[in-house]
């Protein structure tokens, strides 16, 4: 089963990466349309942990606020629910078929993207496949005395079992799974459902433990997002935990299957917090920023500072650091345009000199970006991470030679300052405008990468020809 959801992750993130990348980007206006876009993200990946791992990653890097961060989280949650509303219908019939499908899809086609569709087939027929294996599994358990007597003293410790399900969940790193597994021994008489539903609430609790594990080496930006949903989920088990027992009837009013009953608890448990949260993401948000403040950066600006290594396996996520490193190197090249030209009207051999050793530090985020790139592309790519990657590797190359002739430039200059040369009036005059409109220009530039519009691309090269 996790091999299995392992795989429809996988096949999503490296089919429509990029499409995922730019949906959660365009869910940062609104928190209400970011809980949909959370819905929808975690529907297709079939994991809030590989959610919460994505958009924790953003968050770690600034492409995304915590507000709309937890705000996402929240829709993940609802989202991972639905997808065991699907899976707890009886459709083992299905997974041969789908099996088949998937290994010809995979195998037999040239294209990256049609592969990851084959491999999404083949990781839903595998999903399908377990979950009859662990219904058969747990027929026999009905007869084993030995259970019977640990279940019944786990109905009487209630705590101990949202506990004990809890470390399940963090262990196996998808609290879908373990939902799952509850659903098929509620479905076998193996365990009661008012047990069940506890250990329910202790799974969605277990669920939120991974992400935080995962995200606490990569800074306090990165640790917001998910203890954020961790303790909206401890506060849903507070308030829950105690009506339980009130709940059992009104589920089986509703439907009379057990299996039923426990994913749709499932459901209105995530259902129960995102109504109750969502309008405190953005308050708990600030509070969450001054309790995780971000950790000043360091002095040396040719240190990467965005280049994350444990991304590096996540395509759509390294091209992401990738960028953001990209428009750091921009703004080290920006200012370094600035300054040489206060050198040149100033005479300024110390300014010059400045200026040159900045370009040392443009040389090494070429270098540190180019080889991290090269690295991500390993993995297989969409058509649009490959263009992604193409667009990276150019700017950055272009922004490594412009560096490299500010720093002819600044030799220019010392020959201008030991000479003791100077321009004309109207010859300086000329030559402010032009550096104004080339400054203006690589300002225009690095906002046409940031956004892709091609609007602004045309902008641009008109101001190239005059």
């Known amino acids: ?8 992750s996988t096949g999503v993130s490296r089919a429509f990466g ?30 809030s942990s590989a959610t919460a791992l994505l958009v924790s990653s953003f968050a770690g890097k600034g492409l995304i606020a915590t507000g709309p961060a937890l705000a996402i989280m929240l829709g993940a949650d609802v989202g991972t629910t ?27 086609s040239a294209q990256a993207f049609t592969k990851q569709i084959g491999r999404i087939g083949i990781g839903l027929g595998i999903m399908l496949l377990a979950l009859k294996l662990i219904v058969s599994a747990s027929e ?11 279940f019944s003293a786990m109905e009487d410790e209630l705590v101990v079992a949202l506990l004990l399900t809890a470390l399940l969940t963090w262990l196996a790193h998808s609290s879908l799974a373990v939902v799952l597994l509850i659903m098929s021994l509620a ?34 930006e990165a640790r917001r997002v998910p203890i954020g ?55 708990f948000a600030k509070f969450l920023d001054r309790a995780f403040p971000e950790l000043p950066l360091g002095d040396d600006q ?51 000199t400045n200026v040159i050793k900045m370009d ?55 020959k201008k300052i030991r000479k003791k040369m100077r321009f004309s009036d109207d010859g300086l005059k000329e030559l402010i405008e032009i550096h104004e409109r080339v400054a203006n220009n690589l300002k225009l530039a690095l906002g046409t990468f940031m956004s892709g519009d091609v609007n602004l691309a045309k902008q641009l090269l008109a101001e190239k020809a005059a």
């Open 229 to 283: 949903n961790a303790a909206f989920k401890f506060a849903g088990c507070v308030l829950l935990l105690p009506f339980v027992d009130a709940l059992m009837p009104v589920l089986a009013l509703v439907q009379d299957d057990p299996a039923r009953q426990v994913v749709n608890f499932h459901t209105f448990f995530n259902l129960c917090i995102a109504g109750t949260f969502i309008i405190f993401t953005d308050t």
């Open 302 to 352: 040719g240190v990467p500072q965005y280049l994350d290594r444990s991304s590096i396996d996540n395509p759509t996520v390294a091209l992401a650091c990738a960028e953001r490193e990209t428009v750091r190197m921009g703004n080290v090249v920006e200012a370094m345009l600035r300054e040489s030209f206060l050198a040149l009207k100033k005479d300024d051999l110390k300014l010059a």
């Open 18 to 47: 990029s499409r995922l990348r730019e949906a959660i980007a365009r869910s940062v206006s609104n928190r209400f349309k970011a809980v949909f876009i959370g819905v929808g993200v975690t529907g297709l990946l079939q994991s």
């Open 360 to 414: 040392n530090a443009v040389d090494s985020l070429h270098e540190a970006i180019k080889l991290y790139v090269t690295e991500a592309s390993r993995e297989s790519l969409s058509n649009d991470e490959s263009q992604r990657v193409t667009n990276v590797l150019t700017f950055t190359t272009d922004l490594e030679h412009i560096g490299d002739i500010i720093e002819n430039l600044m030799e220019m200059v010392a």
């Open 82 to 108: 639905l997808v065991a509303q699907v899976l707890s219908f009886d459709v083992s019939w299905l997974s041969p078929a789908v099996i088949i499908v998937g290994v010809i899809t995979h195998f037999s």
């Open 187 to 220: 479905s076998g008489d193996v365990i009661p459902m008012s047990l069940a539903l506890v250990m329910v609430i202790g799974a969605n609790f277990g669920g939120v433990l991974a992400p935080i594990v995962a995200n606490w080496a990569k800074g306090p």
């Open 140 to 150: 026999p358990m009905r007869e084993s005395e030995v259970l019977q007597f640990v």
């Open 1 to 8: 089963l996790l091999w299995g959801m392992r795989m429809v």
